[in-house]
């Protein structure tokens, strides 16, 4: 075992592959419903954004363009009632995932410093503390995180709405996460991937002026155009917040050489200004969804949160694992809850990202 390999965990998706080559060899085909990847077309004026900057033979910057800059700040102002950022306050990333993984090495965390996260969590926090030598911790709620010892944490990772639960916190919520971690000097990252598709509860950012009061101190929201522009192809994502903090990380960027590529940059900032794909794109989400849950409910399962976001939390009070199985022998492929904590290990996530065609498919299988 390397050094390397000794300080993370087994890689989850490698555990479920047995299952995956069962439900792949049903007559009719595999029905995936375990990783959240986009399948619909990206939109036509993104494409575009595209190829009419694919002339770019330089080498792109790390803060990237201003019209960029300008996008995010205009979008946040709009969409997270951020008012008030500067081209300060915002930093494009190389997707949301390098960001996590890689964050607490770039904030210079190690042996001694613990970085929290919630219980039930993408396993990426976890593995970035560790490729820290820092000590993750987890809590359940905000009531567990201000009765969390705070010696030691250097970083918070609040998640809302949730991968994979769904789960969507009140602002009242936010307000004391962020509240509890400036009084202890700690700094908080909040992964909001998921805010554009809130379902029955609507989503608020760290930003916004209820949560945090009008100060972006201490706080930065990571946000990713893979789910509302079907852009996980294009690693598209980018950090608002605390403008010491993204100054630091800008250094430091620079200095590894984390570009975003030019034409991703460009397409970024139409995908940005442009409303109505995303409104498209939820239309689908949600009739998928619904469709799943109705049937999932139907064939026995209960369904916990899940107010947000573009996965179903689902359980029949037996193993993960005995689910994942059952469902594999029908053609249906589904993450074991086990993958994000002991906690999920009578869940398993559905993620209602197949096709049309694949989801009906699906509800025929679990009729």
Request: hydrophobic share 45%; net charge negative.
């Amino acid at each position: 075992m390397t050094a390397v390999s000794a300080r993370l965990p087994v890689f989850p998706w490698d555990r479920l592959e047995p299952a995956k080559a069962t439900a792949a060899a049903h007559p009719d085909g595999l029905v995936d419903l375990s990783v959240g990847t986009p399948v619909d077309p990206v939109p036509e004026l993104v494409r575009k954004a595209l190829s009419g900057a694919s002339d770019s033979p330089g080498y792109p910057t790390v803060w990237g363009t201003a019209e960029l800059r300008d996008a995010i700040t205009g979008w946040a102002a709009g969409r997270l009632g951020a008012a008030g950022l500067t081209h300060e306050n915002v930093l494009p990333v190389v997707g949301s995932k390098e960001l996590v993984a890689w964050l607490p090495v770039q904030l210079g965390l190690g042996p001694g410093d613990r970085v929290a996260h919630p219980r039930l969590a993408y396993p990426t926090y976890e593995v970035g503390a560790r490729l820290a030598g820092a000590e993750p911790v987890t809590y359940d709620g905000v009531d567990e995180l201000e009765a969390l010892d705070p010696a030691g944490v250097r970083l918070l990772w609040l998640n809302s709405p949730s991968n994979p639960t769904g789960r969507v916190l009140a602002a009242d919520e936010l307000r004391r996460a962020v509240a509890w971690a400036r009084r202890h000097g700690i700094l908080v990252f909040s992964d909001e991937c998921y805010l554009e598709l809130g379902w029955e509860a609507e989503p608020v950012s760290v930003l916004n002026p209820e949560v945090c009061s009008g100060s972006t101190g201490g706080i930065v929201a990571v946000h990713s155009l893979s789910k509302r522009s079907n852009l996980a192809g294009y690693r598209a994502a980018f950090l608002a917040g605390d403008a010491a903090v993204l100054r630091e990380l800008l250094l430091i960027r620079k200095h590894g050489g984390l570009m975003v590529p030019a034409p991703v940059q460009a397409a970024t900032a139409a995908a940005l200004r442009d409303d109505a794909h995303v409104a498209e794109q939820r239309a689908r989400y949600s009739a998928r969804r619904s469709a799943l849950r109705e049937a999932l409910e139907a064939a026995g399962f209960r369904i916990e949160h899940s107010e947000a976001g573009l996965y179903l939390w689902a359980t029949r009070d037996e193993s993960c694992w005995d689910t994942v199985g059952d469902l594999a022998q029908r053609g249906l492929l589904v993450a074991p809850g086990e993958f994000y904590g002991p906690a999920g290990g009578r869940f398993v996530r559905v993620a209602v990202t197949a096709t049309d065609e694949r989801v009906r498919t699906a509800v025929e299988r679990l009729r």
